[in-house]
């Protein structure tokens, strides 16, 4: 295979005009390329009254390919190397089963891979299967009835089942590519392969996360829901077996030497279980804010300029970070466009936020999280859980000041900017289910995160034009876009009592769906190589 990279085309261009811009980089007649493959796609919309695709593509040519390369004489043209996942030899010899904690995709992903050797994982779940868990979520937003096991936070699928499905990531791993070509295997759209803004949409989601968990147990898994993890039981320093709630509320002990953890970022009583059974744990910067709203149509203009709805364009995303002078690092996260913010609470008498946005992204509003970062030591206490407890108080106090049934507190741009509570909204509608209250989100979050967050609005206004648009609206609190805590781990992936692999976003290792994944598949691969069975 060939790769041509930055072939520029409009909006309106198709295949035939990309197999005939391949062959012009490669100095060659299209009668020669056997085919054509996009390995990735973006829009390049830094000139307003310029916006066009750029792609890179994979060529399939008759004929000595080294040959063709040599011959086009062309920078963009270059042999491609494409990636090729293999699994690693099983040298485990343990004829226990192991187990996972969690059904996110750390957890879905590493029980792939080790149902794939045929270990037969089983998968404890505290949360519900995808469909139970989509009506107790729905009853939360319509009627503020909290289920504080089957929420947006637990279930299947894990906490990205209620979000955008985004699938942008920083890591630089080949493993990337495995997740993503799995997520297509089992229902994603194809286009997430090569987008590069890839995204499922929340509404695709559940069919993806059933059609893993129907292959893991198609090769002898086994996957429970509302089994919760309860306790270890430890021996010598080595994972015997744990406890686990069942869903009827009795206990069960389950024996096994291998216990994968992969529990989320928002299991703080497993965490707390954790730290009292001796497990080396340490605090970790996370961040905090609100989720931002504007009109979709605008951040659609401001980024597409007179393109702005092109079908072949969509809404429009943004992503912008500064660092106001003499201040800690803003930035936005898990934008979605024309999604809505989510109410995201998981335990009782507490406010949280997220955002999500379905497929098609045709909502009325875009939302983003604005984040400040919080270090351990703005966290109150050297207690490895500190970070944990901040999070309560922020998330006590939004429920508090929204007014005790879930709303959440939110304020108008244009207030926030002037330090002013806000009594009431204009004409951009927020979009949390279980409904807001005007105030002033200054009460909810400490002082340094709002006065970075009001610099960086208007420092952003000047790169997004209308982010500090006075009528959007400011909804808070966004407290869980990573955990607080890291769980220790070695070269082996093992935590300081041995069989116990720290994995995916709760544990520290991860702060995404694909980066989560990518964990789960090399915590899994570490199980396999595991020989320590004489322990």
Not at 169 to 190: M, N, S, Y
Not at 259 to 288: W, Y
Not at 303 to 317: E, I, R
């Amino acid at each position: 295979m060939i790769k041509i990279s930055e072939i520029k085309l409009p909006l309106d261009s198709d295949e035939r005009e990309l197999r005939r811009a391949a062959a012009k980089a490669l100095r060659c007649k299209e009668e020669k390329i056997r085919s054509v493959q996009i390995s990735k796609k973006a829009v390049d919309s830094r000139k307003k009254d310029n916006v066009f695709f750029v792609y890179n593509v994979l060529a399939e040519v008759d004929g000595d390919e080294a040959s063709v390369v040599a011959h086009a004489k062309n920078p963009r043209v270059e042999a491609a190397e494409i990636y090729k996942y293999e699994m690693p030899e099983i040298r485990r010899t343990s004829t226990l089963r192991p187990v996972i904690a969690g059904f996110g995709p750390a957890g879905f992903f590493a029980a792939l891979i080790l149902a794939r050797a045929g270990l037969r994982p089983l998968v404890l779940e505290r949360g519900a299967d995808v469909d139970t868990r989509t009506k107790d979520v729905n009853g939360f937003w319509t009627g503020r009835k909290l289920n504080t096991e089957s929420n947006v936070q637990f279930g299947e699928g894990g906490a990205g089942t209620f979000s955008d499905g985004k699938l942008t990531t920083g890591i630089k791993d080949p493993l990337c590519r495995k997740v993503v070509d799995e997520l297509v295997l089992h229902g994603a759209p194809p286009e997430i392969s090569y987008s590069s803004r890839p995204h499922i949409g929340t509404d695709r989601l559940g069919a993806v996360v059933k059609a893993f968990r129907e292959e893991i147990i198609s090769l002898g898994g086994e996957v429970r829901f509302g089994w919760k993890l309860t306790d270890l039981i430890i021996a010598n320093g080595v994972i015997q077996g744990i406890s686990c709630r069942r869903p009827d509320g009795g206990y069960e002990d389950i024996e096994t030497d291998t216990l994968l953890l992969c529990i989320g970022h928002s299991a703080r009583d497993t965490v707390e279980m954790l730290h009292k059974k001796g497990i080396n744990i340490i605090q970790k910067p996370f961040s905090v804010g609100v989720r931002i709203e504007h009109p979709r149509e605008m951040i659609d203009k401001a980024q597409y300029g007179s393109f702005a709805g092109h079908p072949a364009l969509g809404a429009a995303d943004y992503k912008l970070a500064c660092h106001p002078e003499h201040g800690r690092g803003a930035y936005t996260f898990c934008m979605c466009p024309g999604g809505t913010v989510v109410a995201a609470a998981s335990e009782e008498n507490s406010v949280v936020v997220n955002g999500m946005s379905e497929y098609a992204r045709d909502g009325e509003n875009s939302n983003a999280a604005l984040l400040v970062g919080i270090e351990p030591e703005h966290f109150g206490s050297d207690h490895p859980l500190a970070g944990i407890e901040l999070q309560r108080k922020i998330e006590r106090k939004a429920f508090e000041l929204g007014g005790e049934d879930y709303s959440a507190p939110c304020q108008t741009i244009g207030d926030f900017l002037a330090d002013r509570a806000s009594t009431k909204l204009s004409y951009v509608r927020p979009t949390v289910a279980t409904g807001v209250t005007p105030s002033d989100i200054r009460q909810v979050l400490p002082e340094k995160v709002t006065d970075i967050m009001a610099k960086a609005i208007v420092k952003m206004d000047k790169s997004l034009n209308g982010f500090a648009l006075p009528d959007g609206v400011l909804t808070a609190p966004e407290t869980r876009s990573s955990s607080p805590v890291r769980i220790l781990r070695d070269d082996l992936l093992q935590s300081n009592v041995r069989g116990l692999y720290p994995c995916g976003e709760g544990a520290g290792y991860a702060g995404g769906i694909v980066s989560a994944a990518v964990d789960g598949i090399r915590c899994a691969h570490a199980v396999l190589l595991d020989e320590s069975d004489e322990w």
